[in-house]
């Protein structure tokens, strides 16, 4: 019931902040429409760098492939909202406006998230055979493949891009998935599964010995993973309006990995951080143009040198100021060996 | 019957293309266990500098010799570059975990593709012509001069490289890293030289890849090294990662296989190809058509 | 150490984050904003509609102006990126405020944008996109240029009647909605007229090795190829074909027109034909005026991008005159009725589905030259 109550507390902050951020509580609390699109596209990220980081940190499973999964998620919702929208629609024309076009993104929305689910297991049987460097690499070509894939497929503009998908997604709906996504994550690692996904990062053999299902638990989490990344593709696809093939490949996932290395693999918060540095970033230096990639990449090796675990480790935010010593299984040390 | 056996020396040339720089890809494998995903971006660092060589010999006709110079030239200029990068990245983050390797690798090849965009400028640049042109008719197969010569040049490196690791003492060194760092170490060997040589061999073959690319197709641009770099890995571990005639093997069947499903099928698919034969390989033979198998110890 | 190297960065990246947040153009100006390829494959469509587009607002700045202010230009490039066009209108619209906007030449990056446009209620002139679905969008969208049916039409009776091709071959781009839309609008006036399609190959923007595909055409003996891409595909598919042993003509569309297109190609160009708006060799003295003016300036013969580019800028200068101010609605209901606008393109009139009806021009590519060959317009196509 408290929990209940908690929930409801927190999507009416998010909507009363959605409100004032697009100005209708006159200009005070109005952001300015590129900081607003700034904010959101940090939300998206923070979605997809915690699904991630269950699978890559917690999980400690060496995936690649997940702007494959954010591409089923953006294009199935998309395509969903494109096609059946109208239909869908007319079907509840008795709901205010708000009804209608939130009842559209979440259908939306939940297809995308299934698909991915299903793309996720069967990526993840398979796959999830492998140790290390092979699991990431079959990941990344999974990744190619479904871009691929969706690049032939006339249907949703093939090569030449997705236009006219409806701006459904804003503030309250972003964020609101992204504290959703936190959550679960949360719960997960925080629950007895949780404690069976970290043994087998800890030591894959020596868990299995234990009488852990490792390749179960690995698909469980393979498939939750990407279905939240489908969710973050399809709230990127109706924020932008438009998607296109090419900001799927391997670089999106790339860029989803340095969010949560940088941030600390393992770390919730981390991610959360990684994903806002992440766009802060590459925001922020957009002044100086053709330097901004440069230094990012030279940021980005500086980092990796200098301090590997990022800044997090495996600590979370809370107890990074407590200082508390032993969180989560936590061995003292850099990431394992893989 | 004609029409299938052009296409089939189209995909031999593109697969020795593969195949070079796949060479890359394997002996750093197997040296240090390591996916340097920024050999695709220094074999693209090769065809640049071969273009701007070529550039600067323009006044002179065409010849052999100025295309070996121009050749010769972009690999000396990648191997320092390979150095480099191992010295200055690789090297410190070594002993750390495999992901941190990664990130360092994504971080240089990052770098380098933007570095190139900025100091080259992002436009394609087109290669003049450096070798004289003469085409080659049988039954009514042509095959260009500049075919012949990819095709060529590749064998020659590939069977030098052989040889140097077969028959030289630095190329048994350089198998004794790669079967055991440590016990190589042990054993007196100089990994840190051996490991900077492998990086100087690969980056080398790259630029040699990159000039010849360069010469068939006339067009280079600062972020060809990854649609390229990205295949020749998949080649690499379509032979198995870490063997050597493995990455020939592969490069020449991802190179003939990609070009018959453009031709026969669709030009969609030509990415899809080299990655759909990749999962085959890893889920039904994951050491490769002639890699060994890694026992996992506990 | 490592925890002030943190510090530092954080430092930097916050300012850098404040230093970003920032606004162009006074309120003495009308700001309009361009989007255009400045880098990447299709570079040349953006510089030279950026050089036009600015030519033809300095003309109009020196003569005073607009409504009595001057007008500003902010030009973004999006790479030659589809994707990245969006983010660029988005910021042009958001941060920068502009009241129209000008671009794109590709169709892609046009049908990526115009809905923000339209969404925004900002009104959006593309000079040379020739893909019909654009101004499908909205109303807030229009061209003033013809569309690709037009275009398909003409190269369809320039290769059956004056060419004398009954088998044609083609190879179309399948990253970009003008090559997909002109490999149907051609491929149907072709059949229509008697002819026979006997090859479909394809291709994606960026590649650079197209044997596989040229040798399958070769196969298929047809008496022209039509290549309806983009200028640096089109160099390289040329000279590689010729490579393979092909010596029938190559024949192209609007995408085919830049000065880069030649020294891509070469001589295996020579004999190749395309389809245009407009010639350089055309006696009107208007448009010689513009060649010499814009030659003057740029060091550069205009192609037909920058042309379009120099009607379109100058068609929405006109159109807040009359307006008589920079509102949305007002001024796309200026462009809307746009009548014989004295255009170097020609007589330049937008009709009710937001497109210009004008003739077309076929150009024969000659040693570094492209020599007027056939006017076409739209009475000749009809059937």
């Known amino acids: ?338 | 019957m004609t029409t299938f056996l052009q296409q089939l020396v189209n995909g031999l040339s593109l697969g020795s293309i593969y195949a070079l720089i796949a060479l890359g890809y394997t002996m750093v494998y197997g040296v240090l266990r390591l996916i340097n995903f920024a050999h695709g971006d220094v074999y693209m660092v090769g065809a640049y500098v071969g273009y701007y060589l070529s550039r600067r010999l323009r006044g002179a006709e065409p010849s052999i010799f100025s295309a070996l110079l121009v050749m010769l030239g972009a690999m000396l200029a990648c191997a320092l570059l390979g150095i480099l990068i191992e010295r200055l990245a690789y090297r410190p983050v070594r002993r750390e975990a495999r992901l941190t390797l990664l990130i360092t690798a994504i971080g240089v090849s990052l770098l380098l593709e933007n570095l190139a965009q900025l100091v080259f400028g992002p436009d394609p640049k087109f290669f003049p012509s450096l070798a004289p042109r003469a085409d080659f008719v049988l039954e009514g197969v042509r095959v260009t001069s500049e075919q012949i010569t990819v095709i060529a040049v590749s064998f020659l490196l590939m069977i030098l490289l052989r040889f140097f690791i077969l028959k030289t003492r630095t190329g048994k060194a350089m198998r004794a890293v790669s079967f055991s760092l440590d016990a190589s170490r042990l054993m007196g060997i100089s990994t840190d030289k051996i490991i900077a040589i492998t990086f100087a061999l690969g980056s080398a073959l790259a630029a040699a890849a990159g000039v010849l690319i360069g010469m068939q197709i006339p067009k280079i641009d600062p972020l060809m090294g990854i649609p390229y770099g990205l295949k020749a890995f998949v080649a690499a571990v379509l032979g198995g990662i870490g063997s050597v005639p493995g990455a020939v093997l592969g490069g020449l069947l991802i190179g003939t296989s990609e070009v018959m499903v453009v031709g026969y099928l669709s030009s969609t698919y030509r990415d899809a190809i080299a990655f759909g034969i990749l999962i085959l390989v890893l889920l039904l033979r994951p050491q490769g058509l002639m890699g060994r198998v890694q026992k996992e110890k506990v | 150490m490592r925890s002030r190297l943190f510090a530092a960065l954080t430092l930097i990246t916050a300012a850098a984050v404040t230093l970003s947040c920032g606004e162009r153009g006074s309120g003495k100006e009308i700001l309009v904003g361009e989007y255009g390829s400045l880098t990447g494959g299709i570079a040349t469509f953006g510089i030279s509609t950026k050089n036009a587009s600015e030519m033809a607002f300095d003309e109009i700045n020196k003569k005073g102006g607009v409504l009595g202010k001057q007008i500003k230009l902010l030009v973004e490039d999006d790479q030659s990126k589809p994707e990245e066009a969006g983010t660029a209108v988005t910021k042009l619209i958001n941060q920068d405020h502009v009241v129209a906007m000008l671009g794109h030449v590709a169709s892609s990056h046009s049908l990526a944008a115009a809905p923000i446009c339209q969404s925004n209620k900002v009104p959006m002139i593309t000079p040379s996109s020739t893909n019909p679905r654009v101004t499908q969008v909205g109303d807030y969208i229009f061209r003033v240029c013809f569309t690709d049916t037009f275009t398909g039409e003409v190269v369809a009776k320039f290769v059956y009647d004056t060419l004398k091709a009954k088998k044609v071959a083609i190879l179309v781009d399948v990253r970009s909605d003008y090559s997909v839309g002109l490999q149907t609008f051609f491929g149907e006036a072709y059949k229509r007229r008697g002819g026979e399609i006997v090859a479909n190959q394809s291709y994606s923007q960026g590649d650079s090795d197209f044997r596989a595909q040229l040798t399958q055409i070769k196969a298929t003996n047809p008496d022209a190829i039509y290549v309806p891409g983009y200028y640096t595909e089109v160099g390289t598919i040329v000279h590689q074909g010729r490579e393979l042993g092909i010596t029938v003509p190559f024949v192209g569309s609007d995408g085919w027109d830049s000065p880069k297109l030649w020294e891509i190609g070469g001589e295996a160009l020579n004999g190749c034909y395309f389809s245009n708006h407009y010639s350089t060799d055309d006696p009107n003295p208007a448009v010689q005026k513009f060649v010499n003016d814009y030659k003057t300036k740029y060091g550069q013969v205009p192609d037909a991008l920058a042309a379009l580019a120099y009607d379109a800028a100058r068609i929405l200068a006109d159109s807040f005159t009359r307006a008589g101010s920079t509102d949305g609605d007002k001024v796309r209901k200026a462009i809307g009725s746009t009548k014989d606008f004295p255009g170097v393109t020609g007589a330049i009139t937008i009709n009710a589905e937001r497109n210009a009806v004008k003739p077309a021009v076929i150009l024969k590519v000659e040693n570094g030259k492209y020599l007027l060959v056939e006017t076409i317009t739209p009475e000749a196509v009809k059937q």
Request: charged share 10%; hydrophobic share 55%.
């Open chain 1, 1 to 338: 019931m408290r929990a209940f109550l908690l929930g409801l507390a927190i999507a009416g902050v998010l909507l009363l902040a959605n409100a004032a951020f697009m100005g209708s509580f006159g200009s005070a609390l109005a952001l300015p429409p590129y900081l607003l699109q700034i904010v959101c596209l940090a939300g998206i990220n923070v979605i997809l760098a915690v699904s991630l980081n269950l699978i890559n940190g917690f999980t400690g499973q060496f995936s690649i492939g997940h702007a494959g999964f954010m591409a089923i998620g953006a294009y199935a919702a998309s395509y969903f909202t494109v096609t059946f929208g109208g239909r869908l629609r007319e079907a509840v024309g008795f709901l205010p406006e708000f009804g209608r076009e939130s009842l559209v993104l979440l259908v939306g929305l939940s297809i995308g998230a299934l698909l991915a689910a299903v793309a996720g297991f069967l990526v993840g049987v398979p796959s999830l055979r492998l140790r290390g460097d092979y699991l990431a690499i079959v990941t990344l070509g999974f990744g190619e493949i479904i871009r691929v894939i969706i690049q032939s497929l006339d249907a949703v503009g093939g090569a030449r891009g997705f236009a006219g998908i409806p701006k459904l997604a804003n503030f309250f709906w972003i964020y609101g998935f992204a504290a959703l996504t936190i959550l679960i994550v949360y719960r997960i690692v925080h629950s007895s599964f949780g404690r069976t996904l970290i043994a087998i990062r800890e030591d894959e053999i020596a868990a299995e010995a234990m009488g852990v299902h490792t390749t179960r638990a690995k698909v469980i989490s393979f498939v939750v993973s990407s279905a939240m990344a489908g969710v973050g593709g399809g709230l990127f696809a109706h924020y932008l309006m438009y998607i296109h093939p090419a900001s799927f490949t391997f670089l999106k996932s790339f860029e989803i990995i340095i969010m949560i290395v940088i941030g600390g693999l393992g770390s919730i918060s981390g991610s959360i951080l990684g994903a806002v540095l992440f766009i802060t970033l590459t925001e922020g230096l957009r002044q100086f143009a053709q330097y901004r990639m440069v230094l990012f990449s030279l940021l980005l090796i500086v980092i990796m040198i200098v301090r590997p675990q990022g800044i997090l480790g495996h600590r979370e935010f809370v107890t990074f100021l407590t200082r508390r010593r032993r969180p989560l299984g936590e061995s003292p040390g850099t990431p394992e060996e893989a």
